[in-house]
């Protein structure tokens, strides 16, 4: 139990357009759903938490018009990086909570965007 | 403030045990997890403790002392795919995670 998917897995876009990531939990219904950033050999970094239905809480510096976030059920959240540029480039995690273990966060495979 | 203390690089020998500590300061508690991090992959997790005492899965063992503010992972009977990173993962009193640095274990046959 406590599957949580992402997809894609690899993505690659010129500088200027927009992608979008999904985040789904398979078998439990996500209370509260995490996006996070990790650039190489660093930890990773909590960009924003989101509850359905509402507004998701961006974490200091991160900007939240530039990094959408949709919490639209229960068991999916996209994140859409807008205008991406190169430095947008990084290994991108969701994770989910919720379930019998309301307290852990399970996390999907990631998605790596590489920006040209 | 929060702080959390783990060493950056651990070296063992495959089938041997290996402890892996995790201090921690912090003004609110509400558990302490352990995850693993293969190299270019997401971070899988291993334990959850919020009471004193012992977890143990297969041949992984966590173990919390909240009054020394204190935790350990135990991994027994080593194998080569147990080499990755070793997060010691705090949750706070507003359930937010505060990651650690991790601790890199290398396996050698």
């Known amino acids: 139990g406590a599957v949580v998917s992402q997809h894609p897995s690899w993505v690659i876009c010129k500088s200027g357009t927009s992608v979008k990531i999904e985040c789904r939990s398979l078998?439990?219904?996500?209370?509260?759903m995490f996006w996070y950033r990790q650039f190489p050999k660093q930890s990773l970094m909590l960009m924003a938490t989101?509850?359905?239905?509402?507004?998701?809480?961006?974490e200091q510096g991160v900007e939240k018009d530039k990094f959408l976030i949709n919490h639209a059920s229960l068991t999916l959240s996209t994140l859409t990086v807008t205008s991406a540029h190169p430095e947008d480039s990084s290994f991108y995690i969701c994770?989910?909570?919720?379930?019998?273990?309301?307290?852990?966060?399970?996390f999907g495979p990631g998605t790596r965007l590489l920006v040209l | 403030g929060q702080n959390i203390d783990q060493p950056t690089e651990m070296t063992a020998t495959e089938g041997a045990i290996v402890q892996i500590n995790c201090t921690y300061q912090?003004?609110?508690?509400?558990?302490l997890f352990w995850y693993q991090q293969h190299a270019g992959e997401a971070p899988t997790f291993l334990s959850y403790?919020?009471l004193d005492g012992l977890e143990e899965k297969g041949r992984f063992s966590s173990v919390l002392s909240r009054s020394k503010g204190y935790s350990y992972l135990l991994l027994k009977e080593l194998q080569m795919k147990d080499s990755a990173s070793y997060l010691c993962?705090?949750?706070?009193?507003?359930?937010?995670?505060?990651w650690g640095a991790g601790t890199k274990l290398i396996i050698k046959p």
């Open positions: 993962v705090l949750m706070d009193s507003n359930y937010q995670l505060i």
């Open positions: 912090t003004s609110g508690f509400n558990g």
């Open positions: 078998d439990f219904q996500a209370t509260t």
């Open positions: 403790n919020v």
């Open positions: 994770s989910a909570r919720g379930g019998q273990a309301q307290e852990t966060q399970y």
């Open positions: 989101s509850n359905e239905g509402s507004k998701a809480t961006y």
